[in-house]
Structures are given as C-alpha cells and as structure tokens.
C-alpha cells in the first residue's frame, strides 16, 4: 500500500512539473508576440494563430489551460496592453495597478 501511494505521489509531482514547463512556453510565446508586436505590430495576430494551430492547443492543454476562444481573445489582449509576462507578474505591477484601482474608485 506504501508503494502505490508512493507511486501516485511521484506520478502527481512529475505532472505539475510538466505543466509548470509547459506553463513556461505559453509565457515564452506571449513574450514572442509582445516582441512581435513593438517590432511589426501583428502581436495579438501572431499569438491568436499560434493558440489556435494543432501545437498551440496542445501547449496550453498540457499547461492545463483550456484552448477556447475565450482563452485566444484574452491572450490577445494581453499582448496588445504591451506588458512583459516577467513585468506582469512581478509583485511592483501588481501594487502598481491595485494602487491606480484605488485611485479611480477614490475619484
């Protein structure tokens, strides 16, 4: 009984570690796009086609991201604000923008 649990503990670590990889490639290509988008600015384009081509969705599946449409429009918006994902996800953006929030409910 030890080693099944053993077992499906291991089996469980191995698969949030593939999706924390794959997790890293959605945010490499969101870089990509956002690099595509300063340069040629066809951004939210680029990024709509990789999400919805064959390796897009298998990406996001694998990063346990659902490949909808919801999903594409939301990953073009986010490219199309122009905010890297290290920058977005850092801890001075979010005081930052929960600090501009405060500020347009204060108004």
Same mark, same amino acid.
């Given at each position: 009984m030890a080693d099944f649990v053993d077992g499906t503990a291991f089996?469980?670590?191995q698969g949030n570690r593939a999706r924390k990889l794959f997790a890293a490639v959605v945010l490499a290509a969101l870089d990509d796009a956002i690099a595509?988008?300063?340069?040629? =600015?066809?951004?939210?384009e680029q990024i709509a086609r990789w999400a919805r081509s064959r390796d897009g969705r298998e990406v996001l599946s694998c990063a346990g991201i659902d490949p909808n449409e919801r999903v594409v429009? =939301?990953?073009m918006e986010f490219v199309a604000k122009g905010?890297?994902?290290?920058?977005?996800l850092s801890r001075e953006e979010s005081e930052r923008r929960n600090a501009a929030a405060a500020v347009d409910e204060a108004a």
């Open positions: 089996n469980n670590e595509d988008d300063k340069k040629y =600015g066809n951004g939210p429009s =939301g990953l905010v890297r994902t290290s920058v977005a």
